[in-house]
C-alpha cells in the first residue's frame, strides 16, 4: 500500500455518463491487480469535505498506468470529474484482494450490474484473456444509454446486455440473464449493487450452478483497515470488506449482515 | 500518537505506515472477551467529519496477550493499550492482566465510547464513578494510565479534576462527540442504535476549547485529540495546553500524515527558536 499523488493523464467521458480517468501513478498500477481498489482523496488541499476518500475499482491497467471508472454523482466524483490532464490526484493503493482464477476455470462469466458495476470487469477481462480464456462480460442496466462503449472491451470478449426496458439485448434484470448464461460457463464472478447480490444469493439456481465470485462495496472510512466500518460477516466469521475481500465467494458471505451504503436523501 | 480505534492494533498497519514517527501507538479498544461489534451500516460521511458506530469489535485480552504484545515487544515505538469495560470491574480486570505484559507501555482508559449499551460513556460522565475506576485501575497496575474524557459529560472539568486527583498520570481529550443522521426515504436514523461518534476536522474547535478550560484546571499531562489534521492544528492543541497529541480520522484519511505533522512541528520550532516543545505547552493561556 502506497500514498501517492499521481498525474492525471486523460479524463473523459463516456457515452454511458460514467467518467474513465487514466493516471501515471507506477507505485500501484505495477502491483494492482483486477478487483482490487484505491481510496482516492477528491478534494484540493486543506479542503476538508468530503473528508473521506472514495474506494474506485481499479478498471484498467496498462504498465504504469491504471484506470478508473466513476458517475459524477456526489461531491467526491463531482470534484474527480473536475480533474483536468496534467493535474493531480492523492491515491492510495492497491487495497484489497483481487479475483481469482483456479486452475479450472475455462469460460468466464463477467458480470457487471448497472453502469458502474462494469468498472472491475474491463481490467479482469484484459486478464482472462490474456491468460486465453474464454470470456463472456454480461452488463445490467435499465436502458441502451447507460451501456459501456463495447469497443473498449478486448475483441475476443463476448458481450452481452441485459436491459429492463428492452432497449438493447435481452429484456430482463440482470440475475435473469445471469441464470441463462450460466449453463455456459464454468465460473461466475459479478460486481453491483448489493441488492443485486442479495438477488443473486437467493436464486437457488444460479448459487447451486457455478463458483461465483463476487466483489462487495460497503462504507468504508479508510479501506486500508484500520477504521473497521466496513465489517461484514462470513461463513469464516467476521471480515473487513477492505482487507479481506472486496471479493469473496458468494457462498461465504453472510447476506444478512451486508447493507446497501447509499443513504436516502431528497 | 495513533489514537485508539483508528489504527487497530498497529501490528497490520506498522507493515503499511512508517511508526518510528509515532511517540506512541494506541490500540484499538479491548474489552476481556472477544466482540462483534455492531451490524451495517457502521459509518456515515458528514461535512468536515465522520459518524462511526463501530461498538468495539475486538479480539478480547487473551489474543491481545498472546499474538500482538509480543510484536509489540520488539518496537522501539511503545504501545499503549485503550481499555474498555461493560462494568467497573473489567476496567480492573484488564489492568491487572496487562500488568507486567511486555510490549505494554501503558494504558488508556476508555470510559468515553458512545457506542455502548452498557459501560462505555456512561463511566465519563459522573465524576465519582470516573474517579473510582481511575483509582481502581492505578491500583491494579504499576503502567502509567491516561484516562480518556468524553466531551459528552455535562461538566468535563469535575470529571478531569475527579480523575486527576484519583490518581491518572495524564488525561486524553477528547473521544468522540456524540451526533447523528437521518435516512429521508426510510424515516429512519442511518445508524442501528441511532446515534455514532462524531470524528474528524468538524469537532476539532470543540476538543481544542475543552484542551484550554481542562489544562487550566488539572496539572496532570494532557493528550489533545480531536480533528487534529495539519501541524498547525497540533500546534493549535498544544499552545492550548496539550503536552502531546493524538490523530485519528485523519491518520485513517492520510496514513502519510503522522510524519508530516512531526515534520511541520519541527520546522515550526526552528522557525520560532523554540529548543523544547515543552516551551510551546499552554503558551495559548491566559494565566
Ligand atoms: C472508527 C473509529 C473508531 C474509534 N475507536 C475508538 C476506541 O476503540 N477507543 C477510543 O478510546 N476511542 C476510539 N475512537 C475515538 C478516537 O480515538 C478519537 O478520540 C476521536 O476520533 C477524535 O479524534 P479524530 O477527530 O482525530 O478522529 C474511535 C474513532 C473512530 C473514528
Redesign the interface.
Known sequence: ?K?VVARVLSNKKLSSGCYVMWLEVPEVALMVKPGQFVMV?CRGEGQ??????RPLSVHRIDGDRLALLYAAVGQGTGWLAGRKTGGQV?V?GPLGNGFTIDAGAKKLLLVGGGAMGIAPMIAFADEAVDKGLEVTVLQGVRNADLLYPQDELPSSVTFEAATEDGSVGRKEFVTGAIAELSPDHDRIYACGPIPMYQAIAGNTLILSSKPTQVCLE?????G??????????TQNG?AKVC?DGPVFDINDVVWD???D?R???? | MSASGTFGYGVDEAQKVDITKLGAVICKGIFLKPRDGNPQPRLVETPAGMLNSIGLQGVGIDKLISDYAPVWGKWDTPVIVNICGESADEYTEIAKRLDEVDGVSGLEVNISCPNLHKGGMEFGTDPQVAAQITSNVKAATSLPVMVKLTPNAPDIVSVARAVADAGADALSLINTIVGMAIDVVKQKPVLPNGIGGLSGPAIKPIALAIVYKVAKSVDIPIIGVGGISSANDALEFILAGASAVQIGTAGMINPDIFGQIVNGIQTYMQKTGTADISELVGKAGLR
Open positions: 500500500m500514498q482523496l476538508t469535505s468530503p473528508l473521506l476518500r492523492d492510495l460497503q462504507m468504508m472510512a479508510c486500508w483497515g484500520v477504521c473497521y466500518g466496513c465489517t461484514i460477516k467476521l482487507q449482515s451486508v447493507v451504503p443513504i436516502g436523501r431528497v
